[in-house]
């Protein structure tokens, strides 16, 4: 039910809608604009209300948007608002073909503490499903997709590395290498997977090609916190990178206490 202020100016009664049911009346208006950034930027507000049916329900409607910015909004304010019901969604979102989509729900996902979440993270990293199955042509293109960059976060794939100027020299590299930083921030959501393939997928990319990934799972080995990975890290002491070098260092000192 509406609500409204009773306001008397000039001896005339005014009716008003209050502070909430206007926010509500901005809110359905931008979700609902011919506009595509504005339903975006209305949907990503919706993050900021939690515990609350009707933003939740808000922003599982936008995923079903004709626009995939939108649809991925819509799985960026449901994982923000912690809206741990609404799995099924985005766990039907995962499976979207643009990127963007993708990356946002399974971040989404991980939010929540939904494991399958590390399913996308592991295929990204490995190049691979856990079931062993190759990716499809749609999926290996978000290896390559810029935008993929910014849906999952450059800081993510660099932001372990603790040495003042290093984001600056990574960033410099991007646009040579497109997929290492992707690859580097799925090592580190895979953390916390406590799946024994996703233990074999980082002792294998422990020796990965791209020494930003190298040290992206080193460090991800380091914040399991399980020394019997200690053995895909020894080598790492002779790598020819010496930020991979360092980090492995710091890993075996780590999990050797």
């Known amino acids: 039910m509406t609500r409204f202020f009773v306001i008397a100016i000039a001896g005339v009664c005014v009716y008003a809608q209050t502070p909430v049911d206007r926010s509500w009346a901005i809110l359905d208006a931008g979700v609902a604009d011919k506009s595509p950034e504005t339903r975006v930027k209305a949907v990503r507000a919706l993050s900021l209300i939690t515990d609350n049916k009707k933003a939740q329900e808000m922003a599982e409607k936008a995923l079903a948007d004709e626009k995939p910015e939108v649809q991925a909004a819509g799985a960026e304010a449901l994982g923000q608002m912690g809206a741990k019901s609404s799995a099924p969604k985005l766990i039907e979102a995962v499976k979207a073909k643009d990127s963007d989509v993708v990356f946002a729900a399974a971040n989404a996902l991980y939010q929540l503490g939904d494991p399958h979440a ?23 293109k978000m290896l390559k997709d810029k935008k993929a960059l910014a849906r ?80 895909a890290v020894w080598s790492r002491l002779d790598d020819e990178n010496d930020t991979v070098r360092f980090i492995a260092a710091g890993t075996i000192l780590r999990l050797t206490k």
């Open 118 to 140: 590390y399913d996308v993270y592991y295929a990204v990293l490995v190049g691979e499903r856990k079931s062993g199955d190759s990716l499809m042509e749609s999926q290996m």
């Open 152 to 231: 999952m976060g450059l800081e993510g794939g660099i932001g372990f590395i603790p040495f003042a100027g290093m984001g600056l020299t990574v960033f410099k590299t991007v646009t040579k290498d497109d997929t290492s930083p992707v690859r580097a921030a799925a090592a580190q959501k895979l953390v916390r997977d406590s799946d024994p393939k996703t233990a074999e997928a980082l002792m294998k990319t422990a020796g990965d090609p791209k020494w930003l990934v190298r040290a992206a799972v080193v460090d991800a080995i380091a914040k399991r916190g399980d020394p019997a990975l200690l053995k």
